[in-house]
Each structure stands twice: as structure tokens, then as C-alpha cells.
């Protein structure tokens, strides 16, 4: 399952969400491995669809200058059907049982990058190669 950038925060947000004390701050460009570019623009997206609410953006003269802060956004009912409808996670599980279908499908999902991050470096050694 490729999963896009925007699909990656939002399941990041819902896994968060189902926490008692969720703590959205640490819900990061850096921690998910993302540029600031390509989280800033999904969580645009993510507003945009009404998937989230309550997304601090802040569109700077440029690019470089954006600012987007979502710790006191939250998944909205929307959002969370997105998710659990994406991962094929019936939705009268309990909080455990939705965990562990999360890290089911994540394992499947790092599995499918890897490969293809294994692939990618493959290709640009092979070129590098030939040059």
C-alpha cells in the first residue's frame, strides 16, 4: 500500500488522537521524515477536505517561510472514517484492537518503502555506475 503524504499525517493525527492524552505537538515534518514543504502542503490538504480542524497555517512571502502547526488541530469525524476506512478498521473496535490494525497495516506499509527506497537507491547506484 503506498500511502501519500497527506494519508501519512492524518493517520499519524488519528493514531494520536486515540491516545488519553493525545500530545499533537510531536507531530512533525523531522519525526515523520517528511520535508516542511510536503507536511506543510498535506495539512493544507487535510484542512481543505475537513479531514482536520483547527490547523494553525501560515503562508509566508515564500515557500521556505511557511509556518504550519497543528498541535491544537484534531481529527474530525470525517477524518477519522477516512482513516479506519483506509486501513479497513471496523470502527466499533476497541481503542487496542484499532492499534493493533494500525501497526498491522503500518509494518505493511514500511515493508512496501523500503522496498522502494531499496529500489531507488538501486537504480541511482546503476546510473552512477554507467556514467
Known amino acids: 500500500m503506498e500511502l501519500s503524504a497527506k ?10 488522537y486515540m491516545n488519553d492524552l ?7 515534518p523531522a519525526a515523520m521524515d517528511m520535508e516542511k514543504g510536503v ?3 498535506a495539512v493544507i490538504k487535510l484542512q481543505n477536505e475537513e479531514l482536520i480542524s483547527g490547523a494553525y497555517i501560515n503562508l509566508g512571502s515564500r515557500p521556505a517561510t511557511n509556518i504550519t502547526d497543528i498541535w491544537n488541530a484534531k481529527p474530525t469525524s470525517k477524518g477519522i472514517s477516512y482513516v479506519e476506512s483506509l486501513l479497513k478498521i471496523e470502527p466499533e473496535l476497541s481503542s487496542a484492537d484499532k ?4 501497526l498491522e497495516n503500518s509494518s505493511k506499509w514500511v515493508l ?3 522496498k522502494d527506497v ?7 547506484l546503476i546510473r552512477k555506475s554507467l556514467l
Open 99 to 102: 492499534r493493533k490494525k494500525i
Open 112 to 114: 512496501t518503502q523500503t
Open 118 to 124: 531499496g529500489s531507488k537507491l538501486l537504480a541511482e
Open 39 to 41: 507536511f506543510h502542503n
Open 7 to 16: 494519508d501519512q499525517v492524518m493517520i499519524a493525527m488519528y493514531t494520536e
Open 22 to 28: 493525545p500530545n499533537f505537538k510531536k507531530i512533525k
